[in-house]
């Protein structure tokens, strides 16, 4: 039985056009800094393989990407929701439902966010800009600015899975989103929010560790590495 690094399964995105799954390099290269081993899990309707990972990997990253189909949170798909990805948000939501079952760390980034207050039972808006009623005097959450470009700070709160690893208040970020968490899921907590209300940072303090950000701190960890933070701590859970 191998018993070398902790193995941290990486859910890639899918391009239906060309029937590749694709993965930037930027979220394994984080976690070979931090001392474990990546594996990229690719897009497949063979549950088989959902299984296999589930028991092959220490933990998981839940990497970002499109909407999610609307339907897994009870709501149609609107009109202002843009490209989903059916076989990955099936796949994605099985894996993180079967990980929060076996308290399998999972660290989720962007759409990961969304996708796991989604799988514990929570909600999403479809456009923080039509949903959210104060929607005119939010911030720009998908930059025209470099990937690792810090754009605005987020709140964090005290005591919270986010604050304990960065021991700091705030933090600045970077942003590419027009969806967001909406109603909290069961057992999960706010961890950070921007100044426009929006939330950031989710966790479940019951679990050894289930985080999700909205930004891409895996774009921002070759700059500032305190962004690695996030990985380190994955890793060592693990």
Request: aromatic share 10%; glycine share 8%.
């Amino acid at each position: 039985m191998y018993k070398g690094k902790p193995i941290i399964g990486i859910t890639a995105a899918f391009d239906y056009d060309k029937n590749i799954s694709t993965l930037k390099d930027d979220y394994y290269e984080a976690i070979i800094q931090c001392g474990g081993l990546p594996v990229i899990i690719p897009v497949t309707e063979e549950k088989s393989a959902w299984v296999e990972y589930l028991d092959i990997c220490s933990g998981f990253i839940l990497s970002g990407g499109p909407d999610i189909d609307a339907a897994y949170f009870g709501k149609g798909n609107m009109p202002y929701a843009n490209e989903i990805s059916p076989i990955r948000d099936s796949m994605e939501i099985f894996i993180t439902q079967q990980a929060l079952a076996m308290d399998k760390p999972i660290l989720g980034i962007c759409r990961g966010c969304q996708i796991m207050n989604i799988a514990a039972g929570g909600g999403i808006y479809q456009d923080i800009y039509v949903e959210c009623s104060d929607g005119g005097t939010l911030l720009k959450h998908s930059q025209q600015a470099p990937r690792w470009f810090q754009i605005h700070e987020v709140s964090i709160r005290k005591p919270s899975c986010l604050y304990n690893i960065f021991g700091e208040d705030s933090l600045k970020v970077n942003s590419f989103h027009h969806q967001a968490v909406s109603e909290i899921a069961p057992g999960f907590t706010v961890n950070a929010r921007s100044q426009d209300g929006i939330i950031e940072a989710i966790s479940n303090e019951n679990k050894k560790f289930v985080l999700s950000v909205q930004w891409h701190p895996e774009n921002l960890w070759k700059k500032n590495r305190t962004h690695l933070k996030l990985f380190e701590r994955l890793v060592s859970v693990c």
